[in-house]
Every structure is written in C-alpha cells, then in structure tokens.
C-alpha cells in the first residue's frame, strides 16, 4: 500500500494563480481532509469529506475548494492564489475501528506551497 | 479557546535525558492521538489511547480521563527522537482538535 499520497511536494504560485493539489489513498478510507499547517499554529482543518460525494467546510475554507472525485481521491484547488495561503498543505485519511474503538488518521507527505 | 494546550512548546534535551510532554484537553473524547512529524515533514501516528497506558519501544503515552490529561514519555531519548510531537484529539463530527505540537531537540 502506499498510504496517502499527494502531488505536488513543492510549488510557486504567483499571486491570483491557480492550482490544484492531489490526493489520494489506497487503503479504502471513507473519510478525507486537507489541513494547512503554519508555524505557531498547529495543523487547521480547511475542508473535510466523510464520504465519496460530500464535502464539508472545517475552520478556513475561505480562498479553498475540494472535490471528492471518487473513494480515493480528495483534491484541494485554490482558484486566485494570495500570499497568505503559504503554508504546508497535509492530506489526510481516516481509518475507523468501529463503535468505541478510536480511529487513526494517516497523512500523506505534504504539500509546501509558496504565495509571492 | 485551545480545545488541547500542549506544553512545553519547545524542550531540549541531553542524549539519555527522560523526557515528558504534556497534553490537556477540555472536551469529552472517546480516545486521544499522539502524533509524530518528523524534521522532514512528515506526520505519523504513535498511539491512540482511550485510557492508561500504552508502550512502543522507547515511548509510552498515558492518559487521565478524569483530569483530561496525557503525557507522552520517551526514555533514553536520542538525536533520532528530535522531531514535533503533536497531540489530536477527535470531536463528535469526525474531526481532530490539534494541539500546536512540541519541538523536541535531543542534543547528542
């Protein structure tokens, strides 16, 4: 298995560019995120998808878009690109191990984008 | 409002120093998740625990659930064990409140 998987690992935008960041997992997960991570900030949830054909807005989705093209695949588009998305974007999945039992979250490598 | 406070944000430690950080959390889990995210970046997870303790290796992570505390231990620290330790814990909407990690540096 390869786990989680993201592409790009590195990118430069130019402000009011688009992008669109891939993810994908191979371990049949129903629920997805995507996380930016900023020093002092911890990891924020930008949307999340708990099943093939939803998506839902976590704490800063402002600038974002997702689509959950199918089970494996989660993508992350910024449409005009602003300097204060600079950050370093994880893709997430999420293994649950029923009732009471917890779950475990698996992150791809990260996605290190620069804004100027 | 930090649903985890994590402390300390920063530690540095000697080779061989037994080493502790700290996690406090205000809402009712169900299990709480020690996270690793290595210089390079990547994030991995070290335990899921929903009540006492759990041991991998060199680590042990224990959990309060009455007190809303968990301490994640790393005995015989070494230069390998520098990395951020993140502490997660789920919500009741199939997300994670994340503390802002612990940068640990072991000094050779």
């Known amino acids: 298995n390869a786990g989680v998987t993201q592409t790009p690992k590195f990118q430069v935008l130019k402000t009011g560019q688009s992008m669109t960041l891939q993810c994908a997992q191979d371990?049949?997960?129903?629920?997805m995120y995507w996380y930016r991570q900023d020093p002092g900030m911890g990891l924020r949830l930008i949307y999340y998808?708990?099943?093939?054909?939803t998506t839902d807005k976590g704490e800063v989705p402002n600038g974002y878009n997702v689509s959950r093209l199918n089970k494996r695949e989660f993508s992350l588009r910024l449409e005009s690109a602003a300097p204060s998305q600079t950050s370093v974007y994880f893709c997430?999945?999420?293994?649950?191990?029923?009732w009471g039992a917890g779950e475990t979250q698996y992150f791809g490598p990260g996605t290190r984008l620069l804004v100027l | 409002k930090n649903e985890v406070e994590q402390s300390p944000q920063n530690l540095t430690a000697q080779e061989g120093e037994f080493i502790t950080i700290n996690c406090s959390y205000s809402?009712?889990?169900?299990?709480l998740h020690w996270l690793q995210q290595h210089p390079g970046g990547g994030i991995v997870s070290l335990f899921m625990?929903?009540?006492g303790k759990k041991k991998h290796g060199r680590l042990i992570a224990t959990i309060n659930i009455q007190e809303k505390h968990s301490s994640l231990h790393i005995t015989a620290s070494h230069p390998r064990d520098s990395a951020v330790y993140i502490c997660?814990?789920?919500?009741?909407?199939?997300?994670?409140?994340f503390g802002t990690g612990t940068s640990l540096t072991v000094i050779p």
């Open positions: 809402v009712g889990i169900s299990a």
């Open positions: 997660a814990v789920p919500n009741t909407g199939n997300q994670f409140y």
């Open positions: 625990l929903s009540s």
């Open positions: 371990m049949n997960h129903n629920s």
């Open positions: 997430a999945s999420r293994e649950a191990h029923g």
């Open positions: 998808s708990a099943s093939e054909g």
